[in-house]
């Protein structure tokens, strides 16, 4: 199965608003309601910002929002802040019982 | 506070074994699933495998498949990952996941530090 599809990088000036998409097909995004979304900063691990499509985990910022329509899923920073330049990856259950990842996004702050 | 500490990694030779070991701590262990994902040197994640919470159920990328096994310890706290006849390509960090259910189709929520496995002759 191939990996989602995530635009290789997006960019944006601190305090604007970006959106990560995160395309897939009727067999994984739009299936279930199980996207994830997860932040890696170089040689870090992973952090989850979104679980199931719009949930924050606790201790995760409110500028953090998400969402799903049809086969394609969205990542929003609002108020973006020089933190927020990381790698962002999302993921999502698949028909076939796995659990499949996007390529990933680089986000830079300008 | 919830806390994921994978041990186990190292180098191994190409068709050797290693097992990896997660210590789970801060939650209710057996009410969620577990999931292992791993990351090749400079590349993208790639989920591995995943056990329910009871560790009936169990699923597996194809690329691993009926090479590594996913089992979890409830009275440990501690999902396992077993890998055999090992290639150059499993090299990478393993992370393991926890999901925000019982299920390991739910979404992930809290992620571990890795542990580094190494392939090579």
């Known amino acids: 199965q191939s990996a989602l599809t995530q635009p290789a990088s997006v960019s944006g000036s601190p305090g604007q608003s970006i959106t990560i998409s995160c395309t897939g097909t009727s067999s994984d995004i739009g299936a279930y309601s199980y996207v994830s979304w997860c932040q890696q900063h170089p040689g870090k691990a992973p952090k989850v910002m979104i679980y199931d499509v719009t949930n924050r985990p606790s201790g995760v910022s409110n500028r953090f929002s998400a969402s799903k329509s049809g086969n394609t899923a969205s990542l929003t920073i609002s108020g973006l802040q020089a933190e927020d330049e990381a790698h962002y990856y999302c993921s999502s259950y698949t028909t076939s019982s796995t659990v499949i990842f996007g390529g990933g996004t680089k986000l830079t702050v300008l | 506070e919830v806390q994921l500490l994978e041990s186990g990694g190292g180098l191994v030779q190409p068709g050797g074994s290693l097992r990896l070991s997660c210590a789970a701590s801060g939650f209710t262990f057996s009410s969620y699933g577990m999931s292992w994902v791993r990351q090749a040197p400079g590349k993208g994640l790639e989920w591995v495998s995943g056990?329910?919470?009871?560790?009936?159920?169990?699923y597996y990328a194809d690329s691993v498949k009926g090479r590594f096994t996913i089992s979890r310890d409830n009275s440990k706290n501690t999902p396992y990952l077993q890998m055999n006849s090992l290639r150059a390509e499993d090299t990478a960090v393993y992370h393991c996941?926890?999901?925000?259910?019982?299920?390991?189709?739910?979404?992930?929520?809290?992620w571990g530090q890795g542990t580094v496995v190494t392939v090579s002759s």
């Open positions: 056990i329910s919470g009871s560790g009936v159920i169990t």
């Open positions: 996941a926890k999901h925000h259910g019982f299920y390991p189709y739910h979404g992930f929520d809290i």
